[in-house]
Every structure is written in C-alpha cells, then in structure tokens.
C-alpha cells in the first residue's frame, strides 16, 4: 500500500493491509463496503497487532465513509476503482494504532467533489457531499494526485492500547473473524462487482497474510449465508440469531411473491430474493401439460454470465426423482466453469403445491462442498412459498382466460352502423377473472326498425355470463317476432322466473369452477382474492343467483331524411338516459320501473319521443353514476347531466370520451364496478 502523503501521522509501521480492485459499476460501493467488513474480520482472526481493538463505530464509519468515496469515484470519475485498507502502529510513545483506507481512480483531472455544487455549474459536476461527510468524520484525510490515478485517504484512530480495551471488539469480534476467513474476504468482494470479462471482480489476496490451505474453506457457517451479520457487527452462532435471519428472509420472500399473479413474474423475483443472498447463481424450470419443462428464469450474481448460463442449461435440464417431494437434493456441480463459476454445492428441489408438481428450481454457491443443513431448509421452504405463488398465478391466468372467451362470446363483435345515426360505446369490465356483468347490442329488428340494449346484470362471474347469455338471444328473437319495446320487456321477465334458468344458471358456475380446478389442481390449494376464487371449494366471488338484472331497451325509427328517428324505450331498474340538445340543454327521457327477474306479474311501459338531428342520446350503467368519491357519487347533484350538457356539438365518439374522463377526475380510485355506456347521435 502506497502510505498517505500529508497525513501528519509520523513513522509507522504496516501492521497488515490489503486491497482489491474493483471494476466502474453501480455495485462497487457495495463490494468494498463488504471488502472493509472482511478484512477486519480476517486481522482479528489472525491476531494481527492491534486488530482487536478496532471498535464497531470505527469499522461501521470507516464502511460509510469507503463507502461514500468509492460511489464518488464511479459517478465522477467514471473509471475502476482500487480500494487498500490498512492497519499501522505509530512508533511514538502513547500514540494509539490508526486505520487508513484509501480509494483510487483513474481520472486524476477530474475535480474531487466535496462542496456543494454551484447554481451555473455544469450537469457532470453537480452533486456529491462525501468529502464533507469524510472531513466530519475520519480523524484527517487527503488527497494525493499522481500523473495516472488520484486517491482519496482517510485516517482513524482505534482504541487506545490494552487488552480488552473498553468499545472494542475482543472475544466477539473474534467469532466475526471465525465464521468469515481471507479467501472469503476476497471472493465476497469478486461476487459483487462484474468484472471486465464477465467474471467475477480482481481480489488481491490480503498482504502478509500467506497462502490459503485447499482444507480451510471446506464449508461456510450457515450464520453467514442465513444471517450475515450487517457491518461489522460480531456474528452470533447461536441458533435462535440462524432462525431469526431465515424468519426475516422467509417473510420478505412471502410478502414479495404474495399477489404476483404472473408466474413469469413469480419466477423472477424467486431468482432475485435468491441471489445472491443464498446462491451466487440459479434457474427455474416451469413444467408444461403439453410438452418439454421450459426454462423460465436464469439469474446470476454476475450479469455477465446469465446468457452462458442459460445456453448450459438449455442443454442440461435436471431430472429430480419422482420420489423427491418438494425437498432439496444435492446436484452435481456443472462442469463448464465459463458459465457456473470454478466449484461449488448445487441443489436441486422440485416446486410443488398440494400434491402438483410445478417446476424445478436449481441454484449453486461458489466456494463450497456442501450446503449447511440450515440453508437447506431455509431453501426448501422458499421453494415451497414460490410452488404456491405459481399455483395462484395459474390458477389467475386460467380463471382469466375462460372469462376473455366468455365476455367475447357475450358481447357482439362488431357495432352495427344505423342510418341516419352515430354511435359509440364504452366497455370497461372492472377485473380480468370474472366476466363482467355489463352487457350492450345494437341490431336490426326488421322493417327499419334498429334495437338498442344496455343492460346490467347483478353480480358477476359464470352465473352473469350466463344470463347475459340467455338474455342476449331472447331479446333478439323477440324483437324480430314483432314484439313492442314493453311486450320484450315482459316477456324477458317471465322467462327470468323460470325454474329452468335457474338451474342453467347454477349449473353452468358448476361447470366452469370445475373446469378450473381440473386445470389447477384439487381445490383449496390457494386462495384468491379481489374477484377471484375464494374459499377452500374454488367458488368464484360474486356467487348467489344472479337472474335480476336491470335493461334499458330501446327502439329507433327512421323519420326520412333530415328529419331524425323516433325512439321508444323503456327503462327496468336501469339510470335513466339523457338526451343533448345541440344548444346544450340536457333532459331526462323514460319512466323508473321494477328490476326485470324480481316479481313476475308486472307489466312494462313504454315511452316514445324524436330525436331531431343534433340531438345525443346517453345510455350508461350505474358503474358511471354511482362511481364514488369519499361519501359522493358522480351523479349526486346531477353530476352526470352537467358533464353532459358539456358535450354541445361534438360527436358520439368525444361524447363518449368526454364522459369517461369526467369519471376518471371524478376519484382518484378507478371505478370498482363495470362500466359500460352507449352514445347515440342523430346526424
């Protein structure tokens, strides 16, 4: 180590140093942080003078502090980074040992940040306050410039001489310096930071220290893979401190994985928890009905090597026994080291919940012949968290599914264009995994005549779709049997009440809750929630029978040219439409009646009136009049008519637009029921 000129520590003598070289990343402030740590920890083990009267806040300022100046370096510099750490005894009488650090670039001329940055100051030089917090806290530093590097030192007094002197670290320090030995040091350094090659970054292996035996890294203690201690902390053996970090993990993991309804994305964050917490390197199989397991995620702790890692794998995908149940087995360590690393322990452990196997996940840490017993039920409790976030995301992604082909088989394909009139329609169902339960059509009757329909069936789920189903076909037929707007309605309502219905109704949700379940395995391996399947039968939300629905049924009938349509309608249970002039003047057109499907001997009437050309009709569901805001709704107040009345002379499509985005600023929560709405202009 080249010593600090300037320093004003007078003759001293090297008591042990190290240094590592680091390459320009992001992740360089962590690996040196993690450098400092090690090397500590390896003077105490080795009983290097004075290493053990290095106190924690020394060692936690001086990780903050190299911490601080190799992300100065990285930012501003822009170049690698050479990071030496060491330990000097002064030669005067009374003078107490000193830590220095010093961090290296290679950017000599670039200005060494430390002031605040001025108003005018150009972009590349703005920022950067870890020279004030170095001034603040180390005992002196400086800066020497060299004709091809500029480095930046620190200097720290440790405790003063005496064994066991108050602060410091002693005995506990020492168990620290046990459980992370020198070839540790250098490779948690390398495992950090990428190197230029793809690998790992350069370690120098700490001076003065000798060769490293093959026998001395036989195995990590499982406290430094399952509960690293942070700083330099002592690290405690005890196995309540090894149960404490798998806890914290286990929930981290179950909070990250909860939700997560894409299995791509459950793969995903599963190789990031893993990496490099547990393993330096892993890769998930996912298993498919219809052909070969596909590899799903590859994940590295060096970027560099996940594409070579992927192509190995892709080549060699593990065969865990049949009778390796969710458990972990060891896993031949691959032999191509440009992809893997130069040796380590591998397992492999089958992803599988209530009974259905799911995957295959397959991680290695470098360095080890075997994994501590700990690590490999910390691990086989993590694959059992992420076999069930994968079983939830199938299960979403198939309910989802049958609810896409159910809405496009309910409503129609295409709008239908009707002379003499513009229309538009808005559909927006509230979930993916339940069919909505909002429905719309728009067809010709015959003899000119032109249907409208807009109607909402309550709940949703398989039993909605089923109504909707039913009542789609009816109101055509009937219609095209020459039935008046009130007759349709009646009619409608009395097929509602029949018992036969009912049972089509219940037994198409039966049928659809099973289709899932074979798909998904037996019921009650998990859970949904938020519109998806609850309970430990698999029933979807929204169940009860769902035969009353609210319509708006409406007829249009050319008037000839120029002249407009005439429009009967009648409304059941349904918000009443509106109807814009083209001065802006909104009213109120129809009667409020009885739900159809509620009781079945009512009659429905109808109401008939023109629309002259430029006048609008609006027809929505109450997914837009009731959409809340705290204790209002949108159309308290006849919020509804004064967003319309907005709308004088713009087309059914803007109209449309305008409205939706009236509901949209109404609230800052998207609505929470399905919204549909049908605009009709007279041209």
């Not at 979403?396 to 394909?413: D, E, H, K």
């Not at 707007?485 to 049972?503: F, M, S, T, Y």
Request: contains cysteine.
């Amino acid at each position: 180590m080249v010593l600090p000129v300037g320093g004003a520590v007078g003759p001293v003598r090297t008591s042990a140093s190290a240094r590592v070289s680091l390459p320009c990343s992001p992740l360089a402030a962590s690996a040196a942080r993690r450098f400092v740590r090690a090397a500590l920890a390896d003077w105490a083990a080795l009983e290097v003078p004075a290493a053990d009267r290095v106190t924690d806040q020394v060692a936690d300022e001086a990780v903050l502090l190299v911490s601080e100046l190799v992300t100065n370096a990285v930012v501003h510099a822009g170049t690698a980074v050479e990071v030496s750490c060491a330990l000097d005894v002064s030669d005067r009488e009374g003078e107490p040992p000193s830590l220095v650090v010093e961090v290296t670039d290679h950017h000599p001329t670039r200005v060494v940040r430390g002031d605040p940055p001025d108003a005018d100051e150009p972009p590349e030089y703005a920022g950067g306050h870890g020279l004030r917090l170095v001034a603040e806290i180390a005992e002196s530093w400086g800066t020497t410039y060299r004709r091809a590097t500029k480095s930046v030192w620190f200097q720290m007094a440790v405790a003063p001489t005496g064994p066991a002197a108050a602060g410091g670290m002693g005995s506990a320090f020492m168990d620290a310096a046990a459980a992370v030995d020198a070839v540790d040091a250098v490779d948690a350094a390398n495992a950090t930071a990428a190197g230029p090659d793809g690998g790992f970054g350069t370690g120098v292996v700490p001076e003065g220290l000798g060769p490293v035996g093959d026998g001395r890294k036989e195995a990590v203690e499982a406290v430094e893979i399952v509960a690293p201690a942070q700083g330099i902390v002592p690290v405690r053996r005890d196995p309540e401190w090894i149960q404490r970090g798998a806890l914290s993990f286990l929930a981290e993991a179950s909070d990250l994985l909860a939700g997560q309804f894409d299995e791509d994305m459950v793969t995903s964050l599963a190789g990031q928890l893993l990496v490099p917490r547990l393993a330096d390197w892993c890769a998930i199989w996912l298993d498919s009905t219809s052909g070969p397991p596909r590899l799903a995620r590859v994940w590295h702790a060096s970027e560099g090597r996940i594409e070579g890692l992927r192509q190995v794998l892709e080549k060699e995908p593990p065969h865990v026994p049949a009778a390796v149940r969710g458990g972990a087995m060891e896993w031949p360590w691959p032999a191509d080291p440009a992809a893997y690393g130069p040796g380590g322990a591998a397992l492999a452990c089958r992803l599988v919940a209530g009974g259905r196997a799911l995957g295959t996940l397959l991680l290695g840490r470098a360095g080890l012949v075997r994994m501590p017993p700990e690590v490999v039920g910390l691990i086989e409790d993590f694959a059992r968290r992420v076999a069930l976030a994968l079983a939830s995301a199938r299960r979403y992604t198939r309910q989802a599914t049958i609810s896409r082909v159910l809405q496009r088989g309910l409503l129609p394909s295409v709008i239908p264009r009707i002379p003499g009139v513009e229309s538009a329609v808005v559909y927006e169902p509230t979930g993916e995994i339940s069919a909505g339960g909002d429905f719309y059509d728009v067809f010709p009757a015959g003899d000119g005549r032109w249907c409208f329909v807009l109607g909402d069936v309550c709940g949703n789920g398989p039993e909605a779709a089923v109504v909707t189903g039913l009542v789609r076909p009816w109101l055509r037929l009937l219609a095209r049997e020459g039935y008046g707007v009130g007759e349709v309605l009646d009619r409608l309502n009395q097929l509602l009440g029949e018992e036969a219905v009912e049972q089509a109704v219940e037994g198409a949700a039966e049928a659809v809750v099973a289709g899932v379940e074979a798909v998904g395995g037996p019921a009650g391996v998990v859970e949904l929630v938020d519109g998806g399947l609850v309970g430990g039968a698999g029933l979807p939300a929204g169940g009860g029978v769902a035969r009353f629905l609210s319509l708006l049924y409406g007829e249009l009938e050319p008037l000839g040219d120029g002249l407009g349509v005439r429009c009967t309608l009648a409304s059941a249970g349904h918000p009443l439409p509106l109807v814009l002039r083209p001065d802006g003047e909104v009213r109120t057109v129809a009667a409020p009646q009885i739900l159809l499907g509620v009781v079945d001997d009512v009659s429905y009437e109808s109401e008939s009136f023109d629309l002259t050309p430029g006048e609008t009709l609006l027809c929505v569901t109450d997914g837009v009049t009731e959409h809340r805001s705290g204790d209002r709704q949108f159309d308290d107040e006849d919020g509804l008519a004064a967003a319309f009345a907005l709308c004088a002379g713009l087309s059914a499509r803007q109209v449309a637009e305008r409205v939706r985005r009236a509901v949209d600023e109404f609230a800052a929560d998207p609505p929470d029921d399905d919204l549909a709405m049908l605009v009709l202009k007279v041209l």
